[in-house]
């Protein structure tokens, strides 16, 4: 499809093209929790490919093994709406897209505005910014930062919002939050956004590693990590012990329950953990239960309540502010509806003044999510006290542009587009089930099960990604 039209013809969206990529993080417990065990870290895939060739636009929706081939099938029950629109149309207004994408009439039955089908709109319009940064030639924040304020405000829904943020008020914060940008930009490419890492917690880890993994944290100039807790307490004792034994008294130290609790027990819980000095306690029960969190946060001060990698949209959000809910607001690059509904929630969390840590690692997520925070501190909020971007140091080998970590902070990324784009390499590797491994995987699987398949020329057996 690529130069079949002429230059007069405006390009159009040619193909979506989606992928089914699925990483065998199990086998080491890697990303492990109270509440997922054994994830496979997954990405159901999107490329958008135009009639005008050279720039494409990249996005996902990051799941944790099976069901990725259902979220795949999600992306592409919205494919008739994405082809065919001019890119130039398009990428002037991703908000026209995210507008007819939430609000088709059949398929909104399956939300509204949440869960699988939400995660899908998000991975379009994600790919939608990912085309349009990459266009003008900037990394997706500044791209955002440069933006006209009022245009900004254009790309947000302020349907159910207005009772707590309406658009006059964004206007005004992203007007003050612009001043003194350019300052703050320079100062972004001179220092990075702090992170926080969570590569020593997994509940999975033996305390040995742990104890080793919490003192490179220290040593890599990390000032906070995260431990999973939740599903046995004298383990979550002895855990914490040796990870506050090992960062010393003055590191924060963040525990994460991934909504393993009821409100009492998440108090009672917390409390008994609470002479190891937590940061924050993360997901202490259910994502729905804004109350519950309001009452957590009332029976474990002063350890912070965290929440929003399970959020399933900007009027959630709204309620968690409004209930006073939370300490600490965790956006997800790619849970909601990609960039416009993140920009609803970062001028919402400005307007109460709490601050954003967003979540990240699963495969691709730290990619994508500091470009809205390194957006928030040149262009919103101006500050990155008490904010961290969670780091996690899984799978960036496989994105054509990885994060880079330098002295406990993310250098901001220079690529343009949203750092999205995986390499071709590893989709065919990790494609389910047809890429190399997954087909090897089955091969020696069958052999080793006796139905007389062999692996014997299954193409790729290690589990090392070719790249
Ligand atoms: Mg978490």
């Not at 349907?159 to 006059?168: I, K, M, S, V």
């Not at 009492?264 to 804004?290: C, G, H, K, N, Q």
């Amino acid at each position: 499809m690529k130069g079949t039209e002429s230059s007069a013809t405006p390009a159009r969206i040619a193909a979506v093209d989606t992928y089914d990529i699925r990483f065998p993080t199990s086998r080491e417990l890697d990303g492990s929790d109270a509440m997922n065990p054994d994830p496979d870290y997954s990405a159901a895939y999107v490329v958008l490919r135009t009639t005008e060739g050279g720039h494409e636009g990249h996005g996902f929706a990051f799941t944790i093994g099976r069901g990725n081939d259902v979220q795949v099938a999600a992306i592409d029950a919205l494919r008739a709406y994405v082809v065919g629109r001019p890119v130039a149309e398009l990428c002037a207004d991703p908000g026209s897209l995210y507008h007819a994408l939430i609000g088709d009439s059949q398929l909104r039955w399956l939300g509204p505005e949440k869960g699988v089908m939400h995660m899908a709109i998000g991975a379009v319009v994600n790919a939608v910014w990912d085309l349009a940064a990459k266009r003008e030639g900037k990394p997706l924040w500044r791209f955002l930062a440069d933006a006209d304020p009022a245009w900004l405000v254009s790309q947000v829904d302020f349907r159910y919002l207005t009772d707590a943020l309406t658009p006059d008020e964004a206007l005004e914060l992203l007007r003050r939050g612009g001043r003194g940008a350019d300052d703050r930009a320079a100062e972004l490419l001179r220092r990075g956004y702090p992170a926080y890492t969570t590569s020593p917690g997994w509940l999975g880890y033996s305390d040995e590693k742990l104890t080793r993994l919490a003192e490179q944290a220290v040593a890599e100039g990390f000032t906070q990590i995260k431990l999973k807790v939740g599903a046995d307490l004298e383990d979550d004792i002895r855990r914490c012990r040796a990870a506050r034994e090992a960062v010393g008294p003055d590191f924060r130290m963040a525990l994460d329950a991934n909504q393993r609790w009821g409100v009492d027990e998440a108090v009672a819980w917390t409390r008994a953990l609470a002479e190891f000095d937590p940061y924050w306690i993360e997901e202490p029960t259910s994502p729905d239960d804004i109350l519950g969190h309001a009452a957590v946060r009332r029976g474990v001060h002063p350890v912070k309540v965290a929440t929003g990698e399970h959020v399933h949209n900007r009027v959630v959000f709204k309620q968690l502010l409004q209930a006073g809910a939370i300490d600490v607001l965790q956006l997800d690059s790619a849970r909601v509806a990609g960039v416009n509904e993140n920009l609803a929630v970062l001028l919402l969390a400005a307007k109460f003044g709490v601050p954003v840590c967003p979540h990240a690692g699963g495969v691709g997520l730290c990619e994508l999510v500091q470009h809205l925070s390194m957006f928030d501190y040149v262009a919103l909020t101006g500050t990155t006290e008490d904010r961290v971007i969670e780091y996690v140091d899984h799978l960036h080998q496989h994105f054509l542009d990885p994060v880079v970590i330098a002295d406990g902070h993310y250098r901001p990324p220079a690529a343009p587009g949203f750092s999205a784009a995986m390499k071709q390499a590893s989709i065919d590797t990790y494609t389910y089930p047809h890429g190399t491994f997954w087909a090897a995987d089955a091969a020696q699987a069958a052999a080793t099960a006796g139905t007389g398949t062999t692996a014997a020329g299954a193409p790729g057996q290690d589990t090392e990604v070719p790249v």
